[in-house]
């Protein structure tokens, strides 16, 4: 290996390293706070918050490390919205968890009609299972389903009812009947795409975003660069839509 290129892989690492240093920072002081307000998530609870959590304060400066979180993949299944929109809200969310279907049900509708239909707001899903098989098993079926250009679809018949967790609701022949629901048309194709490599590889790389951040607990989202714990009322996600066109703005972007 060149010289040149030792020293632009060392760059790279240490941009990396300053990188998760400065998003893990930014998310611990939101915990802290969530912490002193009496909202921390139970930890009997398995993970997602029983509590919705309060949120930080927007920060007077972008945020560069937490804004470069954002893909903005034309070719994204999962994700609504222009690629080029001013603000991106990224969640990050387990199928099995209630508190993200309450999101799912009741504030995400609200959000895509009156922010991502205008071009104001992208919307991009990652893949965070935590509580177990179950959850594992349906983050690959969406992404299976994704590969069909279905996963919203699907995202919105898995979360069209609380299910007991653990319990055979996201058993393999119960996501092909969600799979079918959603309309994905080749199940075959669908179950192959599930079991493959690179639904392991996808996952893997989702979850290791949000375990890099500190997310704990879920649902978990950034709106550009300020986290927002648990399903909090739709105004919440209103207010920092709002504060975050406003910085892009202001900003330049």
């Known amino acids: 290996m060149s010289t040149t290129s030792s020293t632009s892989s060392a760059s790279a690492r240490r941009r990396r390293g300053v990188f998760a240093a400065v998003a893990v920072l930014v998310l611990a002081l939101v915990l802290g706070l969530v912490s002193a307000l009496g909202g921390a998530p139970d930890s009997g609870s398995g993970g997602e ?38 603000v991106v809200l990224i969640e990050y969310a387990d199928f099995q968890c209630p508190f993200c279907g309450k999101f799912a049900r009741d504030t995400a509708p609200e959000l895509i009609e009156k922010y991502v239909e205008s071009g104001v707001l992208r919307i991009e899903w990652r893949d965070f299972p935590i509580f177990g098989e179950e959850s594992e098993a349906a983050a690959r079926a969406g992404y299976a389903a994704g590969r069909q250009g279905r996963f919203w679809e699907f995202n919105e018949v898995a979360y069209s009812e609380d299910r007991k967790r653990n319990s055979g609701h996201f058993a393999e022949d119960k996501l092909v009947e969600m799979a079918r629901e959603a309309g994905v048309k080749d199940l075959e194709k669908f179950r192959a795409d599930m079991e493959s490599a690179d639904a392991d590889k996808a996952i893997e790389r989702d979850a290791r975003e949000g375990y890099d951040l500190g997310v704990t607990s879920t649902p978990a989202f950034l709106v550009n660069d300020r986290p927002i714990l648990g399903a909090q009322p739709t105004e919440v996600f209103v207010e920092a839509i709002e504060a975050a066109k406003k910085a892009a703005e202001e900003h330049g972007k």
């Open 49 to 86: 918050s029983a509590a919705p959590a309060e949120t930080s304060e927007s920060p007077q400066a972008p945020n560069e490390a937490l804004l470069a979180l954002a893909r903005r993949d034309d070719g994204d299944p999962n994700a609504l919205g222009r690629a080029d929109a001013p």
